[in-house]
Nanobody, 125 residues
Framework: QVQLVESGGGLAQPGGSLRLSCAAS????????VAWFRQAPGKEREGVSC????????YYTDSVKGRFTISRDKVKNTVYLQMNSLKPDDTAVYYC??????????????????WGQGAQVTVSS
């Protein structure tokens, strides 16, 4: 059974950093586009970032550009989201997802087939 498992969430102060990990089992993440989404209480799920297969091109939503970095570790079969200069508005449950289609990565949630269970990120002083 394919599983994506997020880890690394928690509490951070404004201006602080966290690194989320998305590890896969029975599934090779390097072969597929992977994205991070987030959902804050009372808000719709939002696409945050994604990374392509091959060239590793990345995309970031405007609100996280320059602060978040998505990357892959093919050996560890893991995708990371490094989050720096965190703001209270970044508070949300963060999900990683993998797209089984052969296409450039997107942050359209309906494109994604496998999802993790989510990791809570809380930014507060």
């Amino acid at each position: 059974q394919v599983q994506l498992v997020e880890s690394g969430g928690g509490l951070a102060q404004p201006g602080g950093s966290l690194r989320l990990s998305c590890a896969a089992s029975r599934f090779t993440l390097a072969y597929y586009p992977v994205a991070w989404f987030r959902q804050a209480p009372g808000k719709e799920r939002e696409g945050v970032s994604c990374i392509n297969v091959g060239d590793g091109d990345t995309y970031y939503t405007d609100s996280v550009k320059g602060r978040f970095t998505i990357s892959r570790d093919k050996v560890k079969n893991t995708v990371y989201l490094q989050m720096n200069s965190l703001k209270p508005d970044d508070t949300a449950v963060y999900y990683c997802a993998a797209d089984l289609a052969t296409r450039p990565c997107t942050v359209i949630s309906t494109h994604y087939d496998y999802w993790g269970q989510g990791a809570q990120v809380t930014v507060s002083s």
